[in-house]
């Protein structure tokens, strides 16, 4: 079964750094791109970051680039999202998507999403 | 940029649907439309405009090109109350605000 799990949430200090992971399985993940979406509290959607199958290519939504890094591990299946100076407006809910491989395609597989909170 | 109304509506069982979503500049026919129930991951429903996803009821269709698209759902059912939302990937990817689906 093709399968997407995050995991890292949590709640972290404005300022400071958190690490998301994301962990395929069921599928060749290392054939994909993927990206990370994430869902303010009550609040539709935001694309925020992309990485290519091979790790060569990154994308960054301009709320978060500078501050956030996209990256992967294919012989670990899986993708990482290290956030750092996190602001309160980046508490959100997490999550890993895989882009289906063609600009007509979608994201056809979602992970469960991990939620993080920026607090003092 | 994407602009998707209604933003919300309230329907009874088997009755038609349709959901617009407007980009503001061409996009050809790379817009797709997720199905997002409440504490759950977005699921795809349609990709390429109209392309209905495999394992997807028929009873969904999509619609569209270049500007103008619309989602319909021929005969709402009790578990499509949901939110929907249209995600363009034709420059780089935005989603537009949702559409929350309510039954009456």
């Known amino acids: 079964q093709e399968q997407l799990a995050e995991s890292g949430g949590g709640v972290v200090q404005p300022g400071r750094s958190l690490r998301l992971s994301c962990a395929a399985s069921?599928?060749?993940?290392?054939?994909?791109?993927v990206h990370w979406v994430r869902q303010l509290p009550g609040e539709g959607l935001e694309w925020a970051a992309l990485?290519?199958?091979?790790?060569?290519?990154?994308h960054y939504a301009d709320s978060v680039r500078g501050r956030f890094t996209i990256s992967r591990d294919n012989s670990k299946n899986t993708l990482y999202l290290q956030m750092t100076n996190v602001r309160h407006e980046d508490t959100a809910f997490y999550y890993c998507?895989?882009?289906?491989?063609?600009?007509?395609?979608?994201?056809?597989?979602w992970g469960q999403g991990a939620m993080v909170i920026v607090s003092s | 940029q994407l602009t998707q109304s209604p933003s919300s509506l309230s329907a009874s069982v088997g009755d038609r649907v349709t959901i617009t979503c407007r980009a503001s500049?061409?996009?050809?026919?790379?817009l797709h439309w997720y199905q997002q129930k409440p504490g759950k991951a977005p699921q795809l429903l349609i990709y390429?405009?109209?392309s209905l996803r495999s394992g997807v009821p028929s009873r969904f269709s999509g619609s569209g090109s270049g500007t103008d698209f619309t989602l319909t759902i021929s005969s709402l059912q009790p578990e499509d109350s949901a939110t929907y939302y249209c995600?363009?990937?034709?420059?780089?990817?935005?989603f537009g605000q949702g559409t929350k689906v309510e039954i009456k």
């Open positions: 069921g599928f060749s993940f290392s054939y994909y791109a």
């Open positions: 998507a895989r882009d289906n491989g063609t600009p007509q395609g979608g994201f056809d597989l």
């Open positions: 500049q061409s996009i050809s026919t790379s």
């Open positions: 990485i290519s199958s091979d790790g060569s290519r990154t």
């Open positions: 390429g405009a109209s």
């Open positions: 995600q363009q990937s034709y420059t780089s990817w935005t």
